[in-house]
């Protein structure tokens, strides 16, 4: 079981990020993915999903600003994030959805000014 996350960083309110997320065959195919998110003090909570079909869904709080997408053949996912704002600062993850047991160490976006 591996779930490894990337492309976090630092930057600027209305900055972008593209996060990847490469995972083992036995959690990425044929299954619903997405992007969870843990802010300093919070919950961790659900924001963008993609089916194996491709069908995506998002948080009210990243319509429009956020992209799933994922690569079949690649065993990977990946996370387009434009118009970052002070709020989506945290710790992004990525697993299955409903998720399971095994979280991978996530990787750190931070907005600041």
């Known amino acids: 079981v591996q779930l490894v996350e990337s492309g976090g960083g630092s930057v600027q309110p209305g900055g972008s990020l593209r996060l990847s997320c490469a995972a083992s065959?036995?959690?990425?195919?044929?299954?619903?993915m997405g992007w969870y998110r843990q802010a300093p003090g919070k919950q961790r909570e659900l924001v963008a999903v993609i089916t194996s079909g491709g069908t995506t869904n998002y948080a009210d709080s990243v319509k429009g600003r956020f992209t799933i997408s994922r690569d079949n053949a690649k065993n990977t996912v990946s996370l387009q994030m434009n118009s970052l704002t002070l709020e989506d600062t945290g710790v992004y993850y990525c697993n299955n959805k409903p998720a399971t047991a095994y979280w991978g160490q996530g990787t750190q976006v931070t907005v600041s000014s």
């Open positions: 065959r036995s959690i990425f195919n044929l299954r619903t």
